[in-house]
């Protein structure tokens, strides 16, 4: 065998004269210096693939709702350590107090909704989404059957206790739309922080709130229980093109623009992995989501949360993909009933990029 020659060591003894011992020298330098190039040059791929940030704290409102489950998912799949992230999850009351946590610091990325970068930017505050998680709401309005036995339109919501996830939240922006197309703005009722989860249930039973606007599995078991009269309902696709007029990008990964353009590594093994769980959410299983997600999501009824999945499974986001017309769609609506959102001053190209989950995509061929 042939030693590979080091640069530092090039001139090579021939036996066939100056000229023979010259083209030697020339050969094995270029060998030489093709082989340090190759060896400087892997190193130098891998750092640019390794995360920038590998310790990330996501904020989330009501992680137990289906709104959220491409998160949980992908959580507990362990897919964000494969791609060798360390993600510490706090779960809060609703988006708008998601959304505090990222805008205070003290969380890196929210899992929240799409609107929320709108709204922010209205403030000239600039958040970008970069993977999505739902591609409808997912979001149900529901009136007491117990409260008001007696309702006929949304003008008879006027004066009555609205339960919401948390004031400010997604659940609050599609029941400020509902209001407005009965020409009711938000003061005209009382909004009520309820949760997502087992409060939701207890509020609304118990005659706390007159209404609820909410997420499964909660509007599924209101609703079959018969606690509840659905008067809006963006769980399904055809719901929320009927209530927004298109499609209505819903829960995703964002994060203030800085930090996406200061950690794009970063942002990229959040998409790999959250598009990864998606993959496995289209071929998943009722016995598979059992299996997977945490025993207390279930609030007490297996039946009835894996009948609350299939109504919601077609609003999952199959790809991470934001659709071209859903941003549109969803300032148009901020824009129809809250004043502080100008349609004109917005520049949704800032709101979203379709760069990190398109890689993804192509890479798990989701």
Same mark, same amino acid.
């Given at each position: 065998?042939?030693?590979?020659?080091?640069?530092?060591?090039?001139?090579?003894?021939?036996?066939?004269?100056?000229?023979?011992?010259?083209?030697?020298?020339?050969?094995?330098? #270029?060998?030489?210096?093709?082989? @340090?190039?190759?060896? *400087?040059?892997?190193?130098?791929?891998?750092?640019?693939?390794?995360?920038?940030?590998?310790?990330?704290?996501?904020?989330?409102?009501?992680?137990?709702?289906?709104?959220? %489950?491409?998160?949980?998912?992908?959580?507990?799949? @362990?897919? =964000?350590?494969?791609?060798?992230?360390?993600?510490?999850?706090?779960?809060?009351?609703?988006?708008? &107090?998601?959304?505090?946590?990222?805008?205070?610091?003290?969380?890196?990325?929210?899992?929240?909704?799409?609107?929320?970068?709108?709204? %922010?930017?209205?403030?000239?505050?600039?958040?970008?989404? =970069?993977?999505?998680?739902? &591609?409808?709401?997912? *979001?149900?309005?529901?009136? #007491?059957?117990?409260?008001?036995?007696?309702?006929?339109?949304?003008?008879? %919501?006027?004066?009555?206790?609205?339960?919401?996830?948390?004031?400010?939240?997604?659940?609050?922006?599609?029941?400020?739309?509902?209001?407005? &197309?009965?020409?009711?703005?938000? #003061?005209?009722?009382?909004?009520?922080?309820?949760?997502?989860?087992?409060?939701?249930?207890?509020?609304?039973?118990?005659?706390? /709130?007159?209404? /609820? #606007?909410?997420?499964? $599995?909660?509007?599924?078991?209101?609703?079959?229980?018969?606690?509840?009269?659905?008067?809006?309902?963006?769980?399904?696709?055809?719901?929320?093109?009927?209530?927004?007029?298109? $499609?209505?990008?819903?829960?995703?990964?964002?994060?203030?623009?800085?930090?996406?353009?200061?950690? $794009?590594?970063?942002?990229?093994?959040?998409?790999?992995?959250?598009?990864?769980?998606?993959?496995?959410?289209?071929?998943?299983?009722?016995?598979?989501?059992?299996?997977?997600?945490?025993?207390?999501?279930?609030?007490?009824?297996?039946? %009835?949360?894996?009948?609350?999945?299939?109504?919601?499974?077609?609003?999952?986001?199959?790809? @991470?993909?934001?659709?071209?017309?859903?941003?549109?769609?969803?300032?148009?609506?901020?824009?129809?009933?809250?004043?502080?959102?100008?349609?004109?001053?917005?520049?949704?190209?800032?709101?979203?990029?379709?760069?990190?989950? &398109?890689?993804?995509?192509?890479? =798990?061929?989701?």
């Amino acid at each position: 065998m042939v030693a590979t020659p080091k640069l530092d060591s090039i001139s090579i003894k021939a036996t066939n004269g100056p000229r023979s011992n010259l083209m030697l020298n020339r050969r094995h330098f #270029s060998c030489a210096v093709a082989l @340090g190039a190759a060896t *400087i040059g892997v190193p130098r791929v891998w750092a640019q693939a390794k995360p920038e940030k590998t310790k990330i704290a996501l904020a989330v409102g009501g992680k137990a709702a289906f709104y959220y %489950l491409p998160l949980t998912i992908t959580e507990q799949l @362990g897919y =964000f350590k494969a791609e060798g992230l360390d993600v510490e999850i706090s779960d809060f009351a609703g988006g708008s &107090r998601a959304l505090q946590a990222v805008v205070g610091g003290s969380a890196d990325v929210c899992s929240g909704a799409y609107e929320h970068t709108i709204n %922010l930017q209205a403030k000239n505050q600039f958040f970008q989404a =970069f993977v999505l998680e739902g &591609r409808a709401p997912q *979001i149900a309005v529901g009136v #007491s059957t117990k409260n008001m036995p007696s309702y006929s339109s949304i003008a008879d %919501l006027k004066g009555k206790k609205i339960g919401v996830s948390a004031p400010g939240s997604s659940t609050n922006m599609v029941a400020n739309l509902v209001l407005s &197309r009965a020409g009711l703005s938000a #003061s005209d009722v009382s909004y009520i922080g309820v949760g997502v989860a087992a409060g939701a249930l207890t509020a609304l039973r118990s005659g706390q /709130i007159d209404a /609820i #606007s909410n997420t499964d $599995p909660v509007m599924t078991m209101l609703e079959q229980k018969g606690d509840v009269k659905i008067i809006s309902d963006t769980r399904t696709l055809k719901g929320t093109r009927d209530v927004f007029g298109g $499609p209505m990008p819903a829960a995703c990964l964002y994060a203030p623009l800085d930090f996406v353009q200061k950690n $794009p590594n970063t942002c990229q093994a959040l998409a790999n992995a959250i598009v990864r769980g998606l993959k496995w959410l289209q071929t998943a299983g009722p016995s598979d989501i059992i299996r997977t997600v945490p025993e207390t999501y279930l609030l007490g009824d297996r039946a %009835l949360y894996l009948a609350s999945f299939d109504k919601v499974r077609e609003a999952i986001a199959t790809d @991470g993909m934001v659709p071209a017309d859903g941003p549109p769609t969803a300032l148009k609506a901020l824009a129809s009933f809250d004043p502080a959102v100008k349609a004109d001053k917005i520049d949704l190209a800032k709101t979203f990029t379709n760069d990190f989950a &398109r890689r993804a995509k192509d890479r =798990f061929k989701a």
